[in-house]
């Protein structure tokens, strides 16, 4: 049975003190990507200190490896992104301040991009939580199979990043060489098949994570799964408002939206 007390307690505080540093250094920095920064390092955080607040169980510890295998890839790729270098705020940030009244985008800032964001990162490793405090289950082939998923939607977002990244390098030395880039954006690959395949992926790893309850011996749908059903939620509106920027700055990007699933990869509708 689920049940609170210092294996949730500490990791809740260390998610308090995250939100109210990063409120603190939007305010000072005037720049609002310090969660982005965070977000790739906080999952594995609290990932171990479930696990080690709860004694290193197996599974546990599994969890948090899996966690740390995801959370390092993923710094990696915001890291040569330029996103911890001074002034690498989001482009959306930026736009969402263009589009709302300075004293509502301060608002914003410190209920959604500090304190809603740092809450929802804690809530999707929250089924780390769950294994941790659950039955002493010893590992089984459901933990192999689970495992082997979870990497699988690792390597998937690994190779759609790459894709994005080669894809992005190209275009940069194209008009550094002063020449019209060939494409605009990305439609072949993993792109040809989702608009989002990176965000497919990234969400996919998360919803394995819970599958791990089941492993244990648990129901697989309890608490911890809110946080990861808000996660989707996060990406689907982010997604959305992504492409209503791209459209603007590309309208030719509307046909490739008629032609290629948003999210979930499929194959694409012949051109009219």
């Known amino acids: 049975m689920v049940i609170l007390g210092p294996v949730f307690d500490i990791p809740l505080a260390v998610c308090a003190g995250a939100a109210a540093l990063c409120w603190a250094l939007n305010v000072l920095t005037e720049e609002c990507s310090w969660v982005d920064r965070l977000w790739s390092i906080l999952p594995p955080v609290y990932a171990w200190l479930f696990a080690v607040l709860s004694g290193l169980h197996p599974r546990a510890v599994l969890m948090a490896v899996l966690a740390t295998a995801w959370g390092v890839r993923l710094t990696y790729n915001f890291a040569r992104k330029g996103g911890y270098a001074r002034g690498g705020e989001d482009y959306r940030w930026q736009a969402l301040r263009e589009l709302m009244p300075p004293w509502a985008f301060q608002v914003f800032s410190l209920l959604f991009i500090a304190g809603y964001q740092n809450a929802l990162i804690f809530g999707f490793t929250l089924p780390a ?76 790893q998360w919803w394995i994570f819970t599958l791990f309850a089941i492993a244990a011996g648990l129901p697989w749908l309890n608490f911890g799964v809110a946080g990861v059903t808000l996660l989707t939620m996060l990406f689907d509106g982010s997604s959305r408002f992504t492409e209503f920027l791209t459209v603007r700055k590309y309208p030719t990007y509307r046909e490739y939206q008629s032609r290629v699933s948003r999210m979930i990869p499929w194959f694409a509708s012949r051109k009219q």
């Open 129 to 204: 939580y769950v294994v941790a405090v659950g039955p002493r289950t010893p590992l089984n082939a459901l933990d192999l199979l689970f495992t082997a998923l979870f990497v699988a939607a690792l390597v998937g977002e690994t190779v759609a990043d790459q894709q994005q990244w080669s894809f992005h390098q190209k275009k940069k030395a194209a008009r550094a060489r002063g020449e019209a880039p060939e494409e605009l954006f990305l439609t072949q690959g993993l792109f040809a098949y989702s608009r989002h395949p990176n965000f497919f992926f990234e969400q996919s």
